[in-house]
């Protein structure tokens, strides 16, 4: 999502300071700088990194992909990762990282978004996110891209970071889900009275998307709200896995911690918030974002 007033417009989230707990997980301090931020890995002639194009069936149409494959022998772990709305900013360089450090990442293009075929929809995101899912753990593709099936983790950014939610709440075979700055696209606040405003924020968020309008991702996003929100059953869901929540200075924060908390209420001690000051995009905490998914992916079981 390319701008923090389209949050607070969709979740009636006032943007404003760090809130107190997010002000306590930043004092507990950073991360160490894992060596795959900085260090390329050791080179094998014999199964080198590389990179795989994919074609994904979802909704009757194949949307685009592409996988970045940790180089070694045998299966990796692997990190699906969903882009925000539009998704200008992909975090590649995440991707990168992690593949440094011997995960293999799979990245996609929603339906109806940079060139995926198809119509762009809220519950279309939804269900592609299953739809890859489904294809990364079929032997036919796990074998040749080297998945190991038994560790996956979904992780996601802004818009992307919603559909990580309700998608790994549902979910009990992943190893875990990460949100970053995560947008709740059915949160309170989308009303029929809020339309115009709605329309209006969508209309910033366009480019790239298909077979959709500002009106039609309005009424779904007023249809979906709060049937699709963060809600009790995706707190209780993701109580299950273990959980990294990372937010910034772009007004989601107080919606995240929210979570966080029905989460813990839910029985887990495998919840990790981590907060920075910086803007949606973590534009100015790029290593900071990096150190943080990797160090925590290094500590999974």
């Known amino acids: 999502m390319r701008r923090a007033i389209l949050a607070g417009l969709i979740l009636g989230v006032a943007i404003g300071g760090v809130s107190p707990l997010a002000a306590t997980a930043k004092a507990v301090g950073h991360p160490a700088i894992p060596a795959a931020i900085f260090t390329d890995p050791p080179a094998d002639a014999a199964h080198p990194p590389r990179m795989e194009v ?26 699906v990762l969903l882009h925000g709305l539009p998704g200008n900013e992909k975090n590649l360089d995440l991707a990168q990282a992690i593949r440094r450090a011997g995960w293999n990442v799979v990245t996609f ?13 809220f519950e279309g995101n939804l269900a592609d996110a299953k739809a890859v899912l489904a294809f990364v753990r079929d032997p036919a593709h796990a074998g040749p891209l080297q998945i190991d099936t038994h560790r996956l983790v979904l992780a996601g950014h802004s818009m992307g970071g919603w559909v990580t939610a309700l998608t790994a709440a549902q979910d009990d075979g992943l190893a875990g889900a990460v949100l970053i700055c995560a947008a709740d696209m059915a949160g309170r606040g989308a009303t029929a009275a809020a339309k115009p405003m709605v329309v209006k924020s969508m209309a910033e968020n366009m480019e790239s998307l298909a077979g959709t309008s500002p009106e039609k991702m309005a009424d779904e996003v007023i249809a979906i709200s709060p049937r699709l929100s963060f809600n009790a059953q995706v707190a209780k869901g993701l109580a299950t896995k273990p ?7 772009d007004g989601l924060a107080p919606n995240a911690e929210k979570l966080v908390k029905a989460i813990e209420a839910d029985g887990s001690h495998a919840v990790t918030l981590h ?10 905490k790029r290593i900071a974002l990096e150190a943080a998914v990797i160090s925590w992916l290094q500590g999974l079981k």
């Open 54 to 79: 994919l074609h994904i069936p979802s909704g009757g149409v194949e949307i685009n992909g592409v996988a970045y494959l940790a180089g070694g022998a045998g299966v990796h772990p692997t990190v």
């Open 109 to 121: 293009n929603f339906r109806g978004s940079w060139g995926s075929p198809g119509a762009f929809s």
């Open 275 to 284: 907060h920075e000051a910086t803007d949606h995009s973590w534009s100015g």
């Open 243 to 249: 959980v990294l929540v990372l937010t910034s200075d």
